[in-house]
């Protein structure tokens, strides 16, 4: 088995679990990511980024960063539903400053 997997089991889908998240559930927030999390059974993430964020080829772009960082750096959090999504993109921004702001989250998120 791969060390950092992400594996099918542990994304989140449906429209209606996304919306549940969002409502129900925690913030965090930091300068270009917000986490949405619930208490749950197991872990599982989702990744989000708004239409107001660029063309489709940006916002892939932007989310398979996320995953990236998420894959290596989930270790040690248990039990939660996450959602992360991009609120605040500048151009400026690069995937060194995503992974920066998503750690911040996650080290909250370990806590």
Request: charged fraction near 35%.
């Given at each position: 088995?791969?060390?950092?997997?992400?594996?099918?089991?542990?994304?989140?889908?449906?429209?209606?679990?996304?919306?549940?998240?969002?409502?129900?559930?925690?913030?965090?927030?930091?300068?270009?990511?917000?986490?949405?999390?619930?208490?749950?059974s197991e872990l599982k993430v989702?990744?989000?980024?708004?239409?107001?964020?660029?063309?489709?080829?940006?916002?892939?772009?932007?989310?398979?960063w996320l995953r990236e960082v998420?894959?290596?750096?989930?270790?040690?959090?248990?039990?939660?539903?996450?959602?992360?999504?991009?609120?605040?993109?500048?151009?400026?921004?690069?995937?060194?400053?995503?992974?920066?702001?998503?750690?911040?989250?996650?080290?909250?998120?370990?806590?």
């Open positions: 088995m791969k060390k950092f997997s992400l594996k099918k089991n542990e994304i989140i889908r449906g429209k209606k679990k996304f919306n549940q998240i969002f409502s129900q559930g925690k913030k965090i927030k930091g300068n270009y990511i917000k986490a949405y999390f619930l208490e749950a989702g990744f989000a980024v708004g239409k107001k964020i660029g063309k489709a080829h940006l916002r892939n772009k932007l989310k398979g998420y894959r290596y750096e989930k270790s040690g959090i248990k039990n939660k539903e996450i959602i992360f999504t991009i609120i605040n993109y500048d151009g400026n921004c690069n995937f060194w400053t995503l992974r920066e702001d998503m750690l911040e989250i996650l080290r909250v998120l370990k806590l």
